[in-house]
């Protein structure tokens, strides 16, 4: 089979993180190599005419797609497989509408709230004040919607705000919240100074704007999950997706009072105390068990809902009460040995290789590609 290993153009003045598709082009051709299939690297821009003609020229059997970004912009990795289908070449990993969805943050929140899964209560910027979806209604009645799909003045928490003794609509804002980026992933921008408290929504709007401003990125605000944090990777296999052993972030080294989470610098600057500190770990009492085949069971219905290929990874915090929150959906994650993805598949007896002849056979799959 012969493969091109795609991925975004980088340059040695980029940020580790967008340095890191070189480190995984790497690792796949190591394992392609052991598998004995003969392979080409090719590195792409969002000029997709170029890329257009150097796919028309060479034919691969498969592309192994590893693009991450183009321009600088998560946001626009799905415009490679969207090219690939037109082109009716197979290739690895989550299909355009999947990898749309998914490098959309809001869209992934609404898209899980209306399938009854759970995630953490959100507030955007004006005017999208509408995304948040209501849960589903246990009794099966049918909230007000507006024309958008929202309740009209919706809360934080996707629901409609209650009333007061004067019928006034009251929204409640209870805990922190976290500012992320609304498409970026690889916790970008993502540091303490991004929880924030506040007590209206309208006292988001100016957060919101200054972190959009000093990131050059859209940003929306979270509810912060304070509890234990989890990353459960989904590998296709002959029969159906498999989930591999879960791992938990270790933040037992934390001095009190500081954020349990994985910002960027646990993430990618080396040296720094939130790198060293915060390791996964993958063994488990006994008394673990029924929350971890919970998650195993949310990480498969995000597949389904979805739509996922290949392989991925949901991230998840679990509050004091033990309830799941599904914070992302990574579709082709990080490949790079030391990821978490790497990890999942050595603690589940898995090869490197192997993994990667997995992901491949689901790309030429009839119905893959």
Known sequence: MRVTILHNAVSPDDSPSDRDVLVQAEAVVGALDRLGHPWERLSCTLDLEVLHRQLSARRPDVIFNLVESLAGQDALAHLVPALLEVLRIPYTGCPTEALFLTNNKLLTKRLLRQAGLPTPDWVTQEPEVHVAQPPPAVDGSQQTRDSRG???????????????????????????????????????????????????????????????????????????????????????????????????????????????????????????????????????????????????????????????????????????????????????????????????????????EEGIARILQDAILPNGG
């Open 150 to 352: 929202g309740c009209p003045t919706a809360d934080s928490r996707g629901g409609c705000p209650t009333a007061d003794s004067r019928g006034r609509l009251s929204p409640i804002f209870d805990g922190p919240y976290v500012v992320k980026t609304v498409s970026e992933h690889a916790s970008f921008g993502l540091e303490e100074d991004c929880i924030v408290r506040v007590e209206s929504r309208a006292a988001f709007q100016p957060i919101l704007q200054g972190h959009s401003v000093r990131l050059g990125r859209a940003c929306y605000a979270e509810q912060y999950i304070d509890g234990r944090e989890f990353n459960v990777s989904v590998l296709a296999g002959p029969s159906g997706p498999e989930v591999l052993p879960p791992a938990e972030i270790d933040f037992s080294a934390f001095p009190p009072g500081k954020p349990r989470m994985v910002g960027y610098r646990a993430k990618w600057e080396e040296g720094s105390f939130e790198f060293d500190h915060t390791p996964p770990r993958f063994d488990f009492p006994p008394s673990d068990r029924p929350l971890l085949d919970r998650l195993g069971g949310l990480a498969l219905r995000c597949w389904q809902v979805f739509g996922l290929r290949g392989y991925a990874r949901v991230d998840f915090r679990v509050d004091e009460a033990g309830e799941p929150w599904i914070l992302e959906i990574n579709a082709n994650p990080c490949l790079s040995p030391d990821a978490g993805f790497y990890a999942a598949l050595q603690r589940g007896s898995l090869c490197f």
